[in-house]
Each structure stands twice: as C-alpha cells, then as structure tokens.
C-alpha cells in the first residue's frame, strides 16, 4: 500500500481535484503513486511513501517481494541487501523498517518526506528535526536547485537529481539521461524522461527482467492462428495442411481430386473432404479389385435377376419380359395373367370369359359370333320383315327400334304400333293448341296474330282504324289496349270517350323550341314557366320574406315541393303559417300580377321526399300562373337512356329562373353519391347529367320536363312535369356548387297519381 504525498508546489496551477506534474502537466488526483508514469517527468511516482518497502528509486512495493530473487524495484533495490533472502524478508515483513526514497529526507522519528520539505521553515517531521542545522540556503527557492537542495556547511549549497537525471553544467538545473546511449537492451531501447524501456522485435516477447527476448512460440497459444497445421519458427510461424488441402489465403481448401483425370476413376468419382472415392455408375456394375475399374453384372447368368418368364441381360442392368396374356408386375420380375375382360376387348361384344393368358367371348343377344369366339358382331334384325315394326324400322347395336312416322307415336316402349301423337301436351304454341291425327295446329288469343305458324305477336290496335275506338288518344299494350284523354278531360264510363272534367282549369302549353335552349341555360322570360313558384319563410322580424326553395303549381290550390325543404332539421318541421309562397315571379323583383299566399296545410308523401302544400285561398289564375300539365301514363313522355330533358331552376343568387338541358344517363352516374344509394332510389328515380363547367348545380324541388308524345302534331305538344330534382342545391346534404355531375330525380309517374288522389278531393 502507499500513503499519497501531502504537498504540491505552491506556484500550482492545476484544479484543487488534480495533481501537477514537475512539467506543469495536470493529471487525476488519484493518478499519482499508483505506479504508473502518467507524468512524462515521472514525478507523480517521486517521493511516494509506503507502508511496506520504497525502492531507491520511490516505486512502492509489497514486503514479500522483498529478497524473493527477483528485481522488482527495478533498480535492484529490492534484493542489494540481501545477505539470507528469508531472514532479511521476515525481518522487514515482521518489523516493517522505514528505507526512505532517494530523493527523501529520513526525519529521526523515522518518518519520510520529501527533501525538498527540509529546511522550508515547517516542522514536517513532527519532531523539527527536518529544520535542524538548517541556515536558510534551501529555504530560498530550495536552493536554486531542480530536484534536491542540501545544504553544506563546508561548501554551501549542494544541487542533485532524482534517479535517472543528471546536473547540466550550471550545477542546478537536472536533465534527462539517455540510458539508450549505453545500449542495454539487446533489440530495441526507448529512452524515457527519468528512465528508459526495452521492446522486441515482432515474434519476440520481453522476459521478466525487462532486457531479454526470447521467441514466442505462436503455436502453443490457444489463439487458432492456423486453421490446421501450425509450425513455430523463430520469431514467426508458417501454416500447413492435411494431405488432400491446399493453403490459400490463409484457409485450408479442398482438393477437388476428381477434377484431374476424373480422380484416376474408370466411372464416378466422388469427391470427399480431404480424399476421394471411385464407384460404378449403375447398381449392375461392381468394383474390381484395383478400386479404380467396374465391369457389368450378368444378372441373368447368376441367377439373381429372379425373372417368371423371360430375362435379357443389359449393361448395368437387366430386363424381365412375359408370355402373351400376361403382363410384367410392378416389381418387374413377376408375371401375371391380363385379365382381358377388366381391360377391355373391344371385338367381345357378349359376355367375356378370362382364361390364363387369354379369354373366350360369349356373344350376347343380338349378336354373333366370329374370329374363334374371341369377338362378336351385330345383327341387322331390321332386314327380316322389318322387324315386325308398323311404321320404320331403325337397326341398333345389339337390337332394334320401331320409329313412327311424324304426328304418331309408339303404343308403349315395347311396342311395334304407332298411334296419333297428341302434340299439345309438349306445348308447342305460344298462344292455344288443336291436336289433329298426325299433326296439330296453334292459335292466339284475341289480340294478338299467328307469327311463323306457333307464335303469337301483338296486334297495335291503336294503328287499326276499325280497332282503335279512343276519342283522344290511343295507348297500346301487350293483348289490348287503353284509352287517355287530354288535359282537362277524363275518360267517359265506356272507357273510349271522353268529358271534360269539372275540377280541371287547365294547364300551361308552353311553346316548345329545346334547340334554343343550351346546356349553360338561358334566363326565363315572363310568362315562360307559370307553375314555378318560389317558398318563402316569413318571419314577422324579417322586412323581406327569406327564400328557402322552389316549387311547382299542380292545381288551383297546391304546391309540389320536397320534403327536406319544409324542415328546419331532422326533427322540426317548418309550419304552415310561416310559409309565404310567391307565384308568377321569374326574377327577384316584384310584378303586377304577382301573388303573394300563405300555406294553410302540409301533406306529407307516406314514403318519397315530397310534400303538398295547400293554399290559404286560390291565386288568380293568368299567363304568368298556370299548373303545370301532369302525365297519364309512363308513356306519356320519353325517359329513356341519352333523352334531352328541360331541368328549370332558379340561379345561386335567386335573382332569375333559368332552364337548361340536361341528359337522362345510367344509374352508375347516381349511384357513385353514397346518398342516393342510402334513399335506394334506383327504382323510383331517374339519373340526369349536367355540364358542370358551364353551370352550377339546380335547386331541390326543381322541376324536369319532357315533352309530351301521345299527339303527332308538333303544335298539339306540351311539356309534362317528367319528375322533380330530390338532392340539389339548398339539400342539407349538398354544397351551393357542388362537384357532382350527375343527380337523381323522382320520376312523375311514382307520384301523379297521389297528387290527383289529393288535389281531386
């Protein structure tokens, strides 16, 4: 153990927690004594005490190493007293005597301190006698001295150094001596600053007295240096390998034998780690005795083939046949019997007899036999009085048919008589069936004709003068038809004639010119659209009624429009009383014959989006209001697929109406908005397409028109509400300017007659 110093220099200028090197270097405070040189000047390692021996050089070492035989020290200290090892061992283990370092002052209380500590003026002994026969000389910056400072009275003050330096010519100053100059390592020396080191060259290590090399022996290291064979040479060594390697880059790899003259193998030859083996190439060869040659096995010869029948020796190998009738088992030795009758003999057309080797044929009924029994051929009953048949006789394999001629049929399935076929029973008409004998003839039922003798086709009465009974229009159907009547008439008790109807005033015909209508739309003009009527909340703070949506005039009294618009949300609806409904406007403005009414009563559709509202008292009636003019029937107008349509509806601003064309498209085009599949309209609505960059997207509740069809002359026409528009703008679901294209509409038909049920009562 070591006891760390106590002092150093007052001129520090290191951290209170690090010690300063002689060269001013700072190291770790628990750096110094610990026996190693972490100062280049080796003066953390000066003056360290110790609680067991201090060589002469100040290295700290245990007391059993003292007189053990070997230089510990370093400087031989350590064993330079030794007269009996043992004895001089126990004595400083048992009595631990205080040797002082070289560069310490032994106080006479046996304690050690640094030299430089004598005569500073402290009493560091404890007992003074460090400041005795002190005059002041090593007081004053120790002298003048590097290391040591000693004081003479004869000669005065006296410098020295530490172990390993040496004065330089002003007697003070100590400089490093190079212990290399003297050359006392045998390979290699590295002088050091108080001292020097021995190194050897590479295969070479240090022995313990820090001067000898001796070789190491790499081979006798658990390292694995080689991967097989190791050879220790001095200062090196060299890797070898088995017999069948070859070193290469340091790994030992396989000789592949068998890609020099195939291994000296007259056939196969195996290649093995390190080595290598001949062998045949067939099962029927063997080796012969020189390892390297094969020659072929006679199987055949020998007896080992174990063949029933017949046995062919090959090379390598041998074949087994067999007799004709028999066939080669799936062992390939053993033969046994075909049993023709399983595989098949295509001439045995009876029953089918197996024999060893070979089978016997007996013909069945309708045949005879030939070729010694082994094959049967067919009679031809039919060249015998017909076969006894009434009508034809029809040969088959091993038998006969009777066939009837057409319009008869065969008593039972055994039977040679042919009776009348009843045809009817197959139902070969589309309309009614008369069986004759041998034949039978198709006819319709009242209107419809006979087509290609068994179908019937329709008979359109409408194009008939002598059927056509209809005082107006003419509607044909499959088997009939019926009769319409034009707008305000209805159809008389007989069906045919018409009467005009009592509580009908009428509806708007509008002139009808669609190619001056674009898809961009055209604003309305007065008089243009009568029904379209525009909702109106009238709040009593409000000074102008606000416009909440469109709607359609369908008689005196009532107004079509969608359910969605008469609710403030899901749950409140909008009551009548506050609803103001303005017909006979196409602009924002105000007009003379403008009405203004409020709704008295809502009637709600029981299952599409739709609503009546009735009026508190009928408009007046003139070009500006007229309702709009309702279909009959689903033939009335025509909504079939890339049909024109006329969509009116009021602009984003509300400040006019506008009516442009769209075009009816498939139910893909809807069906793509997840709210329309939601209200499964596919089945109630048509799709309509817009052109989108032209146009914004029309309002809920505006109204579709198609024109009407049930007269030939174009002046007689008008247009019909073809459906209304359900997911618009103003829909709580559907932004003012929306990015759909295409948008579903309720078709008329689904609810024309509801609003007659209500409107006519």
């Known amino acids: 153990m070591e006891i760390k110093k106590t002092k150093q220099k007052s001129d520090t200028k290191c951290q209170q927690n690090e010690f300063q090197c002689a060269n001013d270097k700072c190291i770790a405070l628990n750096l110094e004594c610990n026996h190693k040189k972490d100062c280049d000047d080796n003066s953390d390692e000066i003056g360290c005490h110790c609680q067991e021996f201090q060589c ?423 088997g009939s038809y019926f009769c319409t009547c034009r707008d305000d008439y209805i159809l008389h008790s007989d069906k045919m004639s018409c009467k005009k109807s009592v509580a009908s005033i009428g509806c708007q015909r509008t002139a009808i010119n669609i190619k001056e209508i674009s898809s961009s739309g055209w604003d309305n003009v007065l008089d243009g659209w009568g029904w379209q009527v525009s909702l109106n909340i009238d709040f009593t703070h409000f000074t102008t009624p606000r416009f909440n949506c469109m709607g359609i005039l369908v008689s005196e009294e009532f107004i079509l429009i969608t359910g969605h618009c008469l609710r403030f949300s899901d749950d409140i609806k909008i009551p009548p009383q506050i609803i103001l409904v303005s017909l006979g406007s196409y602009t924002f403005g105000f007009y003379d014959n403008e009405n203004n009414i409020h709704a008295s009563e809502i009637i709600y559709h029981p299952t599409l989006d739709l609503a009546l509202i009735r009026m508190l008292e009928k408009p007046t009636i003139s070009n500006q209001i007229q309702p709009i003019c309702l279909p009959q029937t689903v033939h009335d107008v025509d909504i079939s697929q890339d049909k024109e349509i006329i969509v009116v509806t009021w602009l984003p601003d509300h400040a006019s109406l506008r009516h442009i064309v769209a075009k009816i498209v498939k139910h893909e085009c809807c069906e793509q908005d997840i709210k329309i599949n939601q209200e499964n309209l596919v089945n109630q609505s048509l799709c309509i397409q817009f052109n989108k960059t032209e146009f914004h997207l029309p309002m809920s509740g505006s109204p579709i028109l198609g024109i009407s069809r049930e007269v030939s002359n174009q002046t007689d026409q008008k247009w019909l509400l073809t459906g209304i528009l359900i997911r618009g703008s103003y829909h709580p679901d559907v932004e003012l300017v929306s990015t759909k294209s295409c948008v579903g509409y309720y078709k008329a038909v689904m609810f024309v007659d509801w609003i007659r049920n209500i409107t006519l009562n």
């Open 56 to 478: 002469l050089n100040e290295k700290c070492i245990e007391s059993k190493y003292v007189c053990d035989g070997l230089n510990q020290c370093g400087d031989g200290s350590d064993e330079s007293q030794c007269s009996n090892p043992t004895t001089v061992k126990t004595q400083l283990v048992s009595s631990k005597p205080v040797i002082c370092g070289y560069a310490d002052f032994k106080c006479n209380n046996d304690k050690c301190i640094r030299y430089t500590q004598r005569c500073n003026g402290q009493n560091d002994c404890g007992d003074n006698s460090d400041e005795s026969s002190c005059i002041g000389f090593c007081k004053n910056s120790n002298g003048g001295c590097d290391h040591i400072c000693e004081y003479d009275p004869k000669n005065g003050v006296q410098c020295s150094c530490y172990l390993g330096f040496k004065l330089d010519s002003n007697r003070q100053s100590c400089i490093d001596i190079n212990e290399c100059s003297s050359r006392p390592c045998p390979e290699h020396c590295t002088n050091e600053y108080g001292s020097f080191k021995c190194g050897c060259n590479p295969g070479f290590q240090l022995q313990d007295d820090q001067r000898t090399c001796v070789d190491i022996d790499e081979c006798a290291s658990n390292i694995n240096l080689c991967e097989q064979q190791c050879i220790n040479q001095v200062g090196s060594f060299n890797c070898t390998c088995f017999s069948g390697y070859l070193y290469k880059n340091k790994v030992c790899e396989d000789i592949n034998e068998c890609e020099i003259n195939n291994g000296g193998c007259a056939e196969k030859c195996i290649n093995t780690i390190g080595s290598f083996i001949c062998s045949c190439n067939w099962d029927g060869h063997k080796m012969l005795k020189d390892n390297t040659s094969c020659e072929d096995i006679d199987e055949c010869a020998d007896g080992s083939s174990k063949c029933d029948h017949f046995c062919k020796n090959t090379d390598g190998s041998f074949e087994c046949s067999c007799q004709p009738g028999f066939y080669l088992d799936h062992d390939g030795k053993k033969c046994v019997d075909v049993n023709e009758c399983h595989v098949g003999t295509p001439g045995c057309l009876g029953n089918c007899i197996n024999t060893k080797g070979s089978y016997i044929c007996k013909c069945a009924e309708g045949y005879r036999s030939i070729n010694n029994e082994t094959s049967c051929e067919d009679v031809n009953e039919c060249e015998i009085l017909n076969g006894g048949c009434s009508h034809r006789c029809e040969n088959t394999k091993g038998s006969y048919i009777c066939k009837c001629r057409e319009g008869y049929t065969a008593r039972d399935h055994s039977s040679f008589t042919c009776n009348d076929k009843n045809e009817c029973e197959d139902n070969p008409c589309e309309g009614t069936c008369t069986n004759y004998i041998g034949t039978f003839e198709c006819g319709c039922e009242t209107g419809f004709q006979l087509v290609a003798q068994v179908k019937c086709q329709d008979i359109d009465e409408c194009m008939s003068t002598e059927l056509n009974k209809c005082e107006h229009t003419c509607v044909n159907i499959p």
